[in-house]
């Protein structure tokens, strides 16, 4: 088990989340609250951590405050991947969540027309794909902190945050409602379809067990190829059918 406490985060505040969040009223006198912290590229030992850079991948944790952005749920920023060379794809990504409650939301967008976008509700253990040219975000719909960890290419340097800060957001919003999450549309979209709901555990035809911790792969870790080279796997063209 890695030990968080002996590592430095890269910590994402209230103000570096600004453009994205919707009750700009209540930023207006909201403190400058730590919303999550963010541990890159980390392994249980050097031996792990030597054999994850020889691989091309990188593990990573994030942990998400319990905060409310006024009536919207705490949420990372979102983002989306660059394209893999060669090729018309962008890279995917591995998430399992380690402890409290998440909405992951996904979304297929050209420019301000989104072509589709997923909410896959996960709780402890569930793991999601994020699969090629889907943008992502993760929202903490729990009242404890949100800790989730992944598995990414390490073959770029950094996400693609730019056109979700232009659109203030992803096209939803998670808001509390009384019986639970209220979804607002966000108008700097032209075009918004309606919000489907999937299960997570859906790994396309990749090897991989819901009841296996994803850390683990490092055991078996050309299971995890399919993150560095896409473009060589066959991807559902369906992906938001549920398969649970």
């Given at each position: ?56 991948l ?6 998400l ?17 660059p394209?893999?060379?060669g090729?018309?794809?962008t890279?995917?990504?591995?998430y399992e969540?380690?402890?409290g ?5 996904l ?28 943008e ?5 719909i729990?009242?404890?902190p ?7 290419c ?13 659109r203030?957001?992803?096209?939803y ?5 009384f019986?639970?999450i ?5 108008e ?22 819901k ?19 896409p ?7 369906d ?6």
């Amino acid at each position: 088990m890695i030990n968080l406490n002996n590592l430095k985060p890269e910590i994402r505040y209230l103000e570096n989340m600004r453009e994205v969040i919707r009750d700009k009223q209540w930023m207006k006198t909201a403190p400058n609250l730590e919303l999550y912290y963010m541990y890159r590229d980390i392994a249980e030992n050097q031996v792990d951590w030597m054999k994850i850079i020889k691989n091309d991948l990188r593990y990573d944790i994030t942990i998400l405050m319990p905060n409310k952005l006024g009536k919207e749920f705490n949420k990372t920023i979102g983002h989306d991947h660059p394209i893999v060379a060669g090729t018309n794809i962008t890279y995917p990504e591995l998430y399992e969540v380690k402890e409290g409650k998440a909405i992951f939301l996904l979304q297929d967008s050209d420019n301000e027309v989104i072509k589709d976008i997923i909410a896959v509700k996960a709780k402890k253990n569930d793991k999601i794909i994020i699969p090629p040219n889907y943008e992502h975000l993760i929202i903490n719909i729990g009242k404890k902190p949100l800790k989730i960890c992944n598995w990414i290419c390490r073959r770029f340097t950094s996400n693609i945050y730019k056109p979700f800060r232009a659109r203030k957001g992803f096209c939803y919003y998670a808001l509390k409602g009384f019986f639970g999450i209220k979804w607002l549309k966000n108008e700097n979209y032209q075009s918004i379809p309606c919000l489907k709901f999937r299960k997570p555990n859906y790994f396309y035809n990749f090897n991989l067990s819901k009841d296996q911790p994803i850390y683990s792969l490092i055991i078996d870790i050309k299971k995890l190829d399919f993150l560095k080279n896409p473009q060589n796997y066959e991807w559902s063209l369906d992906i938001t059918r549920d398969k649970n």
